[in-house]
C-alpha cells in the first residue's frame, strides 16, 4: 500500500519560513504531477502550488513570490519552501500526487496524511 509521507510542518513566527517534503511510501512505478494544498479551519482546502514532472509549476496569487515548490525527480520528493509566512497561511497542508504504481496501470491520485504549520503573529 503506497502512502504519502509528509514532514517539515511546525510552528514559525510571522516572517519565518518553513520547507515541507512529501515523498510516497513503497514501490512506485512513476509521479506524474505533484502538489501541495492546504486547508485552514472553516475553509475549504485550496490549492497552494503544484509541479508538472517536467517542472511546470503553479501557484497561488496567496503566495506567489514567497512560495516555492521544487520535485526531486530522483527521490520521487516534493518540497514547498515556504518564505515570508504570514498568520494567515496557518492550515493544514497536504501533499497530493498521481501516481502509477506499474507501467501497466493508470496514475491514481494520493493524498498525504497532512502538516500542520502554524504562523504566529
Known amino acids: 500500500q503506497v502512502q504519502l509521507v509528509e514532514s517539515g510542518g511546525g510552528l514559525v513566527q510571522a516572517g519565518g519560513s518553513l520547507r515541507l517534503s512529501c515523498a510516497p511510501s513503497?514501490?512506485?512505478?512513476?509521479?506524474?504531477?505533484m502538489a501541495w494544498y492546504r486547508q485552514a479551519p472553516g475553509k475549504q482546502r485550496e490549492l497552494v502550488a503544484g509541479?508538472?514532472?517536467?517542472?511546470?509549476?503553479n501557484y497561488a496569487d496567496s503566495v506567489k513570490g514567497r512560495f516555492t515548490i521544487s520535485r526531486d525527480n530522483a527521490k520521487n520528493t516534493v518540497y514547498l519552501q515556504m518564505n515570508s509566512l504570514k498568520p494567515e497561511d496557518t492550515a493544514v497542508y497536504y501533499c497530493?500526487?498521481?501516481?502509477?504504481?506499474?507501467?501497466?496501470?493508470?496514475?491514481?491520485?494520493?493524498w498525504g496524511q497532512g502538516t500542520q504549520v502554524t504562523v504566529s503573529s
Open positions: 509541479a508538472t514532472s517536467d517542472g511546470i509549476t
Open positions: 497530493n500526487a498521481a501516481v502509477a504504481l506499474t507501467p501497466h496501470t493508470r496514475p491514481y491520485n494520493y
Open positions: 513503497g514501490s512506485i512505478f512513476s509521479i506524474l504531477s
